[in-house]
């Protein structure tokens, strides 16, 4: 490793990803969990679904979980298998971003979805509390719910300490036991069909605003699985494949409970709020089916928590493996886990776990879709500047077909932020300003010597020229 001044080197390699010196051999994760992983970084179910047949009725949730996987979910996942094994290592879209536009906003990327990160998993122990108060109420309010919220963190962080082979395969048992009651009500439910129910809309109103949202909280995240390519084996044949499975276990997870619940109980609109699905399943198969949802939403959160921090802490490992973090934070445990990155992400979801999450996470929305803007653009610079440089995986279009791929979800990122509050974009702005202070503070310390930043020795350098004048036009 050499130090280097971390503004002043743009990317266009895949850096080396030495871990740190382990007693333990590091094992790759494989397909299955990988799988897993995918599903509960992007989805975990359809816990939350509930907001689309509020918001538009039967039908327009029914076709926009059939539409919008085609608008985003497969653009998306198409991009992130493609850069993934351009560049199968950790930090994922940073460094791909780097590579294209420069640093600085490689720099961005990251900072915006860590936070997005970061807030998500904030949300997950409160969630898994809010599922399990109806049965134990003590965890409602007051110290139990606290000692609750510090505890579970606590025991999923140490998860991650021990080694993403072991996150996957939790994942895959979580996975499993919090789809199946879904399975069981689709089949139970089948007698109770009334087809002509999917295709209501009723006299009310759409609201565009949380019927977009909850598609999109619903179906996003794909590029989450690139900050961990480089504890992928195989990554160039496993990461698009796992992908691939990942769109068709996500999009039916979330349409077939939905099918199964509009199609058999009498809608009212108004009460398809979070955790419904529960009710409709005690409707359709009795009360033991309505506590197993209870149970699998709850497993679900958990879930989740555990891929996305896995995702952020190897985001943050990356970041650093590239200069663009002090070198602390690319420290592995003795598991190989990224040590500092973990602790970082769990003292910001403590941190977060006491907030009111309403205009947050839609401010989270906000952010992540100007995260995605510079992902397209990455992707799309990357195919007209590098044409013949290694893709083992690569989206069969040509150059025009790259931005063609790109519109349909730039188009509804245009809908989402068109939808949102004032209030929700000035608190959006402020988070992004600090991004655009964060980096060149960061590049002081560098040339200060504060502290130490790294990059692979085996990291080339660009053309400086060339893509100091892309990001000085960017920034301007």
């Given at each position: 490793?050499?130090?280097n001044?971390?503004n ?9 990803t030495?871990p ?7 094992k790759k994760?494989s397909?299955l969990?990988l799988?897993?992983?995918i599903?509960y970084?992007?989805s ?9 047949v ?6 327009l ?7 919008f996987?085609?608008i985003?979910?497969i653009?998306?996942?198409l991009?992130?298998?493609e850069m ?6 950790n930090g994922g879209?940073?460094v791909?971003?780097s590579?294209?536009l420069?640093?600085f906003?490689g720099f961005q990327v990251?900072w ?7 807030i ?10 809010d ?13 139990p ?7 579970l963190?606590?025991l999923l962080?140490?998860?991650n300490y021990r080694g ?13 036991f ?9 089949l139970?439910s089948i007698p ?14 759409v ?9 999109f909280w619903n179906l ?5 699985v ?14 698009p494949?796992?992908?691939?499975y ?10 077939l409970?939905?099918l ?5 109980v009498?809608?009212n609109?108004?009460v398809w709020?979070?955790g419904?699905l529960?009710?409709v399943?005690g409707?359709?198969g ?6 197993w ?6 497993t ?13 802490s ?6 650093a493996?590239?200069?663009m973090?002090p ?6 445990s003795?598991h ?22 309403q205009?947050?996470?839609a401010a989270e ?12 653009l990455?992707?799309v610079?990357m ?11 690569k989206?069969?279009v040509?150059?025009?077909g790259?931005?063609l791929v790109c ?15 004032v209030?929700?974009?000035l608190v959006s702005f402020v ?6 202070l ?5 590049d002081y310390?560098?040339?200060k ?11 080339p350098?660009l ?5 100091r004048?892309?990001e000085e036009?960017?920034?301007?």
């Amino acid at each position: 490793m050499t130090d280097n001044n971390n503004n002043e080197h743009p990317y266009d390699a895949v850096p080396s990803t030495k871990p740190a010196a382990t007693t333990n051999p590091i094992k790759k994760v494989s397909m299955l969990p990988l799988v897993f992983l995918i599903f509960y970084e992007v989805s975990g179910g359809p816990f939350g679904a509930e907001g689309s047949v509020k918001a538009a009725g039967p039908l327009l949730a029914l076709l926009g979980f059939i539409i919008f996987p085609f608008i985003w979910c497969i653009p998306e996942a198409l991009i992130t298998a493609e850069m993934s094994t351009m560049f199968p290592t950790n930090g994922g879209f940073v460094v791909w971003v780097s590579s294209a536009l420069g640093p600085f906003w490689g720099f961005q990327v990251g900072w915006m979805k860590w936070l997005c990160g970061v807030i998500d998993n904030a949300l997950y122990p409160v969630l898994f509390l809010d599922y399990l108060k109806s049965a134990i109420p003590a965890l409602s309010n007051g110290l139990p719910r606290v000692a609750s919220i510090l505890i579970l963190t606590l025991l999923l962080t140490y998860l991650n300490y021990r080694g993403l082979t072991i996150v996957g395969y939790t994942a895959v048992l979580m996975g499993v036991f919090s789809m199946l009651p879904f399975a069981v009500m689709s089949l139970v439910s089948i007698p109770k069909l009334e087809p002509w129910r999917w295709f209501e809309i009723g006299e009310e109103s759409v609201n565009w605003n949380l019927y977009l949202n909850t598609l999109f909280w619903n179906l996003n995240y794909w590029d989450s699985v690139s900050t961990l390519a480089g504890e992928v084996a195989n990554p160039s044949e496993t990461l698009p494949k796992a992908l691939c499975y990942g769109v068709i276990f996500v999009a039916l997870s979330n349409f077939l409970p939905l099918l199964a619940g509009t199609g058999a109980v009498p809608v009212n609109r108004e009460v398809w709020t979070d955790g419904y699905l529960a009710e409709v399943a005690g409707i359709i198969g009795g009360g033991w089916l309505r506590v197993w949802v209870q149970v699998a939403a709850a497993t679900s959160n958990m879930g989740m928590f555990l891929a996305e921090m896995s995702s952020d802490s190897f985001q943050l490992l990356g970041m650093a493996e590239i200069g663009m973090l002090p070198e602390f934070f690319a420290r592995r445990s003795i598991h190989g886990t990224p040590l500092v990155g973990i602790l970082f992400s769990a003292s910001g979801v403590l941190l977060l776990s006491g907030l009111s999450f309403q205009e947050i996470v839609a401010a989270e929305n906000l952010l992540y879709c100007g995260g995605m803007v510079l992902e397209f653009l990455g992707f799309v610079v990357m195919r007209m500047k590098c044409p013949d440089k290694s893709r083992p995986y690569k989206i069969p279009v040509g150059n025009v077909g790259s931005v063609l791929v790109c519109v349909p979800p730039v188009v509804l990122i245009c809908f989402v932020v068109a939808l949102s509050t004032v209030k929700v974009g000035l608190v959006s702005f402020v988070m992004v300003v600090v991004g655009f202070l964060m980096k060149p503070f960061l590049d002081y310390m560098d040339r200060k010597r504060w502290v130490k930043f790294s990059v692979s020795s085996e990291l080339p350098e660009l053309q400086q020229q060339e893509n100091r004048g892309l990001e000085e036009s960017l920034i301007h």
